[in-house]
């Protein structure tokens, strides 16, 4: 039914410009306004996809991760991000290394979090 349908994902956030500032200059996507009749954001992902953002007043971080990034090495993008001033979550349960990636099994994995308090995160491939 949906298998040629351009399926694509979005979360909410509760301050725009904030966001679009987050995802265009410090995680250096494309970002676009998909609409002028209301605010919203497009993020444009490598391989063609997109990702809606929009704004909720009554906006809640997801408790879980909203959007991952497959990188080569994440240590490059761990320290990339960190000069950047992005800073590394540290859930309980994991064991976290003093840069901010999970090393315990599975991929390697470090989570951060948008203004908005989203959960990202960037993982070795």
Do not use: C
């Not at 987050?22 to 391989?47: C, D, I, K, N, W």
């Not at 704004?55 to 080569?72: E, Q, S, W």
């Not at 901010?100 to 989570?111: D, E, F, N, Q, T």
Request: proline letters at 6%.
């Amino acid at each position: 039914m949906f298998a040629n349908s351009n399926a694509f994902s979005g979360f909410s956030v509760d301050d725009i410009a904030a966001a679009r500032k987050f995802y265009s200059e410090t995680l250096g996507l494309r970002v676009s306004s998909p609409s002028e009749e209301y605010e919203s954001l497009a993020l444009h992902l490598a391989g063609g996809a997109n990702v809606f953002v929009y704004p909720k007043k009554d906006h809640v971080p997801a408790t879980f991760t909203v959007l991952n990034f497959p990188v080569p090495d994440i240590d490059a993008a761990v320290a990339e991000l960190a000069e950047r001033g992005v800073e590394f979550e540290r859930p309980e349960g994991f064991d976290i290394d003093e840069t901010g990636v999970y090393r315990g099994g599975g991929p390697l994995i470090a989570w951060f979090t948008d203004p908005a308090g989203n959960v990202l995160s960037v993982l070795q491939e």
